[in-house]
C-alpha cells in the first residue's frame, strides 16, 4: 500500500518532468536574443547518421544577434551549414572557415505572432501532461479505496491534495507560458 507521500512524490517527479519538457522546448523558441538552446533540436547528417548538432560542434553566442557554431570536423561544415538551413528557424548560416556564424535576423511581426502561437501550444501539451499524471494518481487513490485500504474521508483528502498539486503545476505551466510570450514580443 502507497501512502500519500510516495503517491505525491512520484506525481511531483513526473509533473516536474512536464515542466522540463516544456522549458526545452521553449529554449527552442527564438526571441530576440541569441541563446545556444536555439539550435538544440537542429539534427546533422553526420558519418551516414543524424546526430545533435553539440555532438558535432561548440555552440557559443559571442553577441546578442549572433550564434557562433564552431565545428570540430572540417568535413562537417556543409552539413552543419544545411541542417542549420533547413531546420526551420528562419536562419541563414555563413561557414567562415571552421566556425559557422549564424546571424538572426529581427524578428517580424507575423513570426512573433508565430512563436506564440507555438509557444502556447507547447503550454497545451504540458498540461495535458500534468493532467495525465493527475489522473493516474487519482486512479490510484481510488484503487486504494476500492481495496479499502484506505477511507473515504482519506479518499477524500488525499484526491484534494493531488488537485492542489495539479494546480499549483497548471499555475506554473501558465507563468512560464505568459513569460516566454513577453520575451518573444519584446522587441
Known amino acids: 500500500m502507497a501512502d500519500l507521500a510516495d503517491i505525491k512524490s512520484d506525481l511531483t517527479r513526473r509533473m516536474d518532468g512536464a515542466l522540463d519538457a516544456l522549458k526545452r522546448e521553449f529554449g527552442g523558441l527564438r526571441t530576440g536574443r541569441a541563446s545556444p538552446a ?5 539534427k546533422v547528417d553526420a558519418y551516414g ?3 545533435p548538432i553539440n ?5 557559443a553566442v559571442p ?3 549572433m550564434i557562433t557554431v564552431q565545428v570540430w570536423d572540417r568535413s562537417m561544415i556543409n552539413s552543419v551549414v544545411a541542417a542549420i538551413r533547413d531546420c526551420g528557424l528562419g536562419l541563414n548560416p555563413q561557414p567562415d ?3 559557422v556564424r549564424v546571424p538572426l535576423p529581427v524578428l517580424t511581426e507575423e513570426r512573433r505572432v508565430e ?3 507555438a509557444a502556447g501550444k507547447y503550454a497545451e501539451s504540458a498540461r495535458i501532461a500534468v493532467r495525465g499524471v493527475r489522473r493516474d494518481g487519482m486512479e490510484q487513490i481510488k484503487a486504494q479505496l476500492k481495496k479499502s485500504e484506505i477511507s473515504e474521508d482519506d479518499e477524500r483528502d488525499w484526491a484534494e491534495q493531488v488537485q492542489k498539486l495539479t494546480d499549483g503545476y497548471i499555475k506554473r505551466v501558465d507563468d512560464s507560458l505568459a513569460e516566454k510570450e513577453k520575451d518573444i514580443r519584446q522587441v
Open 38 to 42: 536555439l539550435l538544440e533540436p537542429v
Open 49 to 51: 547518421t543524424m546526430m
Open 55 to 59: 555532438q558535432v560542434a561548440t555552440i
Open 63 to 65: 553577441e546578442a544577434r
Open 97 to 99: 572557415g571552421q566556425i
Open 115 to 117: 512563436l506564440v502561437k
